[in-house]
């Protein structure tokens, strides 16, 4: 079992950073997938962004290719999204995940098993 915590997030205008952090409890966290997804008001969860369980491999959505970085660091439990160059658009609730899924569903939500409470980040124009 492994229970994920996101922080983070905030108010950010366009152009600027910001950066999402989510730890995780368990021993087992070095053996999972770990990816990003967001959702915005009256939209679908949407892939953002995922990394290996070594952190070897990461995947983007392009909307945000260039922008958005994923890292992770398995001695602290942690995974982290650093956003450059936000849009408006940016602004969603952010999901930390994490699972074992398959490559083809690494971009889906199916693929994920464990899930944070979400973190709100909001862009203005």
């Known amino acids: 079992q492994v229970q994920l915590v996101e922080s983070g997030g905030g108010l950010a205008q366009a152009g600027g950073s910001l950066r999402l952090s989510c730890a995780a409890s368990?021993?087992?966290?070095?053996?999972?997938?770990m990816g990003w997804f967001r959702q915005a008001p009256g939209k679908a969860r949407e892939f953002v962004a995922a990394i290996s369980s070594s952190g070897d491999s990461t995947y983007y959505a392009d909307s945000v290719k260039g922008r958005f970085t994923i890292s992770r660091d398995n001695t602290k439990n942690t995974v982290g999204l650093q956003m450059n160059s936000l849009k408006f658009e940016d602004t969603a609730v952010y999901y930390c995940?994490?699972?074992?899924?398959?490559?083809?569903?690494?971009?889906?939500?199916?693929?994920?098993?464990?899930w944070g409470q979400g973190t709100q980040v909001t862009v203005s124009s």
């Open positions: 368990g021993r087992t966290f070095g053996y999972y997938s």
């Open positions: 995940a994490g699972g074992r899924p398959p490559l083809r569903d690494i971009y889906q939500s199916r693929g994920y098993n464990y």
